[in-house]
């Protein structure tokens, strides 16, 4: 399970594993949408499920918030094409 901690001032989402930093970054706006726009797994990270699991955490915390998505990222889009349960988070117009 990761650690997930939000950086406003980057505007991304971090998350700590072993010596790498995995990052998720985004926009916000004051409609209550966010806009994901990266994410960054390390090469040496690659194949462990770890983006998986932050695209799982990050989508929990953006539900938790009642914040609508903007999958703007490809692997962001691609994770909530495979787990359709995520789909509710989509703001109008947007798509995956």
């Known amino acids: 399970m990761l650690h997930l901690q939000q950086n406003e001032e980057k505007k991304r989402f971090e998350a700590q594993v ?12 004051t409609q209550g949408q966010i806009f994901i726009t990266h994410t960054e797994v390390p090469e040496a990270l690659e194949g462990r499920g770890l983006g998986g699991q932050m695209a799982k955490a990050v989508l929990g915390y953006i539900r938790d918030k009642g914040w609508k998505l903007f999958p703007m990222c490809p692997f962001v889009a691609a994770y909530i094409r495979k787990h359709p349960e995520w789909r509710d988070l989509l703001a109008p117009g947007a798509s995956v």
């Open 18 to 29: 072993e010596d790498y930093l995995l990052v998720m970054e985004y926009l916000r706006n």
